[in-house]
């Protein structure tokens, strides 16, 4: 069984320097894993640090605060971000089906999520939203093993996010274009439309600006499905090109 695994976003990992762990972090460690002293424990920074810890002190601070951990690094390791770097940008889901999608997208291994305006976008997440996103995202780390988290980017309109720096192949996902082969760059950029799909003003801009149309399959997706299904299979053909599949 592998050891519990903490995130403390942007924390400075040091061997053998003891960090704090507060919150409902320091709660679920100790009041629902049973953790004690002398407990292992994995530590992230969430951006590709990873510390293999022991607990050295477990407290009860109050009914409010609830409680407090000291753990220290025995080990610490840098693991580089998951290759090729894939992006996907959508409209978002509605309810509950945003944040399913993004604990999916985090398991995959996804590099980042942003939302998409469209021409005919209807959602558009409010800070607060994005706020827990982020949350989610980290939290599938922990649970998949995850060290650097996926980023929750801003909203990107569909003209902005056609413009990349020059490595980064721009993949529309539509029913209208061809399956996608394995992927050609170490970046990868894939767009899903709105519920009510993409405009023809719209898709012509992406011929124009070089992006690849591609279908992920014959039948018509949600868009949370869309961009999991998309992610997967981007995933997949880039780790079977680096197999030599």
Request: aromatic fraction near 2%; charged fraction near 30%; include cysteine.
């Amino acid at each position: 069984m592998s050891p519990h695994r903490i995130a403390l976003p942007g924390v400075t990992l040091a061997e053998h320097e003891p960090l704090i762990v507060e919150g409902e972090e320091a709660h679920h460690a100790r009041r629902v894993m049973r953790l004690d002293v002398g407990a292992a424990v994995e530590l992230l920074d969430c951006v590709g640090g990873i510390a293999r810890c022991r607990v050295l002190r477990c407290e009860k601070l109050s009914k409010r605060d609830g409680w407090r951990m000291e753990v220290v690094p025995e080990r610490i390791e840098r693991v580089s971000p998951l290759a090729p770097r894939v992006e996907v940008l959508s409209e978002p889901p509605k309810g509950n089906d945003l944040e399913r999608m993004i604990d999916q997208l985090s398991q995959l291994g996804v590099a980042r999520w942003s939302p998409l305006g469209c021409h005919r976008s209807e959602v558009e997440p409010r800070s607060n939203k994005m706020d827990r996103l982020r949350r989610t995202a980290i939290e599938a780390s922990k649970q998949c093993g995850r060290v650097w988290a996926m980023e929750i980017g801003e909203r990107t309109e569909f003209a902005d996010a056609l413009r990349s720096d020059e490595g980064t192949q721009i993949v529309v996902c539509h029913m209208t274009g061809e399956p996608l082969g394995a992927p050609t760059s170490e970046r990868i950029r894939l767009l899903v439309g709105p519920v009510g799909d993409l405009t023809e003003d719209e898709l012509a801009q992406a011929r124009d600006a070089g992006a690849t149309i591609a279908t992920f399959g014959p039948l018509t997706m949600r868009i949370d499905t869309a961009c999991c299904a998309a992610g997967a299979i981007v995933m997949a053909s880039a780790m079977s090109r680096a197999r030599g599949g």
